[in-house]
């Protein structure tokens, strides 16, 4: 697989999910949460779209393109400013997940989103720190809706 531009080989079971793969190649910004596939903490992108890494086969990974927060580079810097800005900065637990998720989210939706697209495409990012109202504030800013 392709982490973040870079070629990667790992040596894998056939039941080995994708969180342990990239966590077991240094990727430490890749959380382990509830994993179930519920809370969005292991969220990275799969060729641009969010998956739950800790319910994503490494098999599956294979031959395509993985994104970390550490390779989304200027565009997450982006989304967490807008975050910041609107006063909803989030832990670094809980923030990689979530920016991976709004990153999908600009692709996949663009600027036409509104807010029940938004809602419903976060559904299973989980902040335990804050509320979201000003999150949704923060990627209405980003998506420029």
Avoid: W
Avoid at 18 to 24: A, G, I, V
Avoid at 70 to 84: D, I, M, N, R
Wanted: hydrophobic share 30%.
């Amino acid at each position: 697989m392709t982490v973040n531009g870079k070629k990667r080989t790992a040596e894998i079971s056939p039941d080995d999910f994708l969180l342990e793969t990239l966590r077991s190649l240094g990727f430490k910004s890749v959380k382990r949460g509830c994993d179930t596939g519920s809370c969005g903490l292991c969220t990275v992108l799969v060729e641009g779209k969010p998956v739950l890494s800790c319910s994503y086969l490494s098999a599956r990974a294979d031959g395509h393109e993985v994104t970390t927060i550490e390779g989304a580079g200027e565009e997450a810097k982006k989304v967490a400013s807008a975050l910041v800005g609107e006063g909803v900065e989030q832990c670094g637990f809980c923030s990689p997940g979530l920016v991976l998720s709004i990153l999908g989210m600009k692709k996949e939706l663009g600027k036409g989103a509104t807010d029940d697209q938004i809602k419903n495409y976060l559904n299973g990012n989980l902040c335990r720190c804050t509320g979201y109202e000003g999150q949704l504030r923060g990627i209405r800013q980003y998506l420029e809706v």
